[in-house]
Each structure stands twice: as structure tokens, then as C-alpha cells.
């Protein structure tokens, strides 16, 4: 069955950086786009942006350029985001998302504070 | 940005009652929308994919409608397990966006 297993929660500094995997299962990594998900404590969902699984190549929300990045381990089917420069306001749980949505992750709480 | 206005942000409603959740986009975004459901400390669970697709697995109490700019979720019959928050997104334009959800509570 199609699994997206996520790493665990990180607990960070300001400034620190942080990086999230996500492990795909049960189907051709490659031959699907992975999304990136945004969820603030009690806020809603909010599109960080997706990486194309294929050819590497990421495209990122206007709200999340600059600190973040996206990338790949094609042979372990695993998808990273990497947030650099943390800051208080990404804490949050982000998650992984298939193409299309139709796959989760179970998501990753991030947690910054001094 | 195509804009997801979804509404009501929060509704109470009783067992066995018909539920309607909508959501407006700013602009035709060609019946490419979700509706997911999410439930606290969980991820969002897809059940309506372009605008009125079941997921497999999906209560068929559940069912989707819509094009255009305007679309709606509906539960046929409310049960216990549908309280939760509903989020619509749109994916005809990128960047996706959601809708603000709306938290589904029983009365």
C-alpha cells in the first residue's frame, strides 16, 4: 500500500536548521510529484510548494522562498525540506503530499523557540 | 493567487442532519478541486477529488459538487466521525490554495 512516512518532531533555536524527510512507499517515487504542506499551531493549511520527483526540480511558493529548499534521494525514495535560518513563526507542522493530494504524510512538528 | 473563500468557518449541526460546506474560488479554476477532512493532530484525509470524485474508501454519505468558481461538500446524514475541519483546495493554478476550513461540530 502507498505509505508517506515523515521524520520525527525536531525541537530548534532561531537561527538553527532543520531538516524533514519523507519516505515514500508502494509506488514508483519518480513517476509523481511530491507536495509540501504548512500547518501553524490551530491555523489552517497553507501550500509551501512541490518538487518534481523526476527531473529534481522545485518550485517554491512566493511565501517560501529564500530560507527553504526541497530535495531529493531518488534511490531511497525520500523527499527532504530544509528550512534554514529557523525562526519563531515556522513553528509548525509540515507535511508531505503526494501529487494531487492524494497521499499524506503524518506530518512533522517543527518547534523553534530560544 | 486564486483566492478560496470557504464558508461557514464553523457550524454546529445534529446527527442525521444534511451538511453543505462551499467553496467559492476567485476565479474558474475547471472543477480541478479537493475536499479533504482533517482531524486534530492528524493529516488531512482526501475525500472528493475534481470537484464530485469519491476516493475509494470514502463514505458515499459524502459527495461533492460544482464548476466553475462555486463548489460544495456535502454530508448526506452527519455522523459522529465527520466532526473534524474541511479544507477545499484548488489545483487547476499554481500556486494551490486552500480554503480556510471549516470546523464541523455536533450539536
Known amino acids: 500500500q502507498i505509505q508517506l512516512v515523515q521524520s520525527g518532531p525536531e525541537l530548534k533555536k532561531p537561527g538553527e536548521t532543520v531538516k524533514i524527510s519523507c519516505k515514500a512507499s508502494g509506488y514508483t517515487f519518480t513517476n509523481y510529484g511530491m507536495n509540501w504542506v504548512k500547518q501553524a499551531p490551530g491555523k489552517g493549511l497553507k501550500w509551501m510548494g512541490w518538487?518534481?520527483?523526476?527531473?529534481?526540480?522545485?518550485t517554491y511558493a512566493d511565501d517560501f522562498k529564500g530560507r527553504f529548499a526541497f530535495s531529493l534521494e531518488t534511490s531511497a525514495s525520500t523527499a527532504y525540506l530544509q528550512i534554514n535560518n529557523l525562526k519563531n513563526e515556522d513553528t509548525a507542522t509540515y507535511f508531505c503530499?503526494?501529487?494531487?493530494?492524494?497521499?499524506w504524510g503524518q506530518g512533522t512538528l517543527v518547534t523553534v523557540s530560544a | 493567487d486564486i483566492k478560496m473563500t470557504q464558508s461557514p468557518s464553523s457550524m454546529y449541526a445534529s446527527l442525521g442532519e444534511r451538511v453543505t460546506i462551499t467553496c467559492k474560488a476567485s476565479q474558474d479554476i475547471n472543477s480541478y478541486l479537493s475536499w479533504f477532512q482533517q482531524k486534530p493532530g492528524k493529516s488531512p484525509k482526501t475525500l472528493i477529488y475534481?470537484?464530485?470524485r469519491l476516493v475509494d474508501g470514502v463514505p458515499s454519505r459524502f459527495s461533492g459538487s460544482g464548476s466553475g468558481q462555486d463548489y460544495s461538500l456535502t454530508i448526506s446524514s452527519l455522523e459522529y466521525e465527520d466532526m473534524g475541519i474541511y479544507y477545499c483546495?484548488?489545483?487547476?493554478?499554481?500556486?494551490?490554495?486552500f480554503g480556510g476550513g471549516t470546523k464541523l461540530e455536533i450539536k
Open positions: 475534481r470537484a464530485n
Open positions: 483546495l484548488q489545483y487547476d493554478e499554481f500556486p494551490r490554495t
Open positions: 503530499a503526494r501529487r494531487n493530494f492524494a497521499y
Open positions: 518538487i518534481n520527483t523526476y527531473t529534481g526540480e522545485p
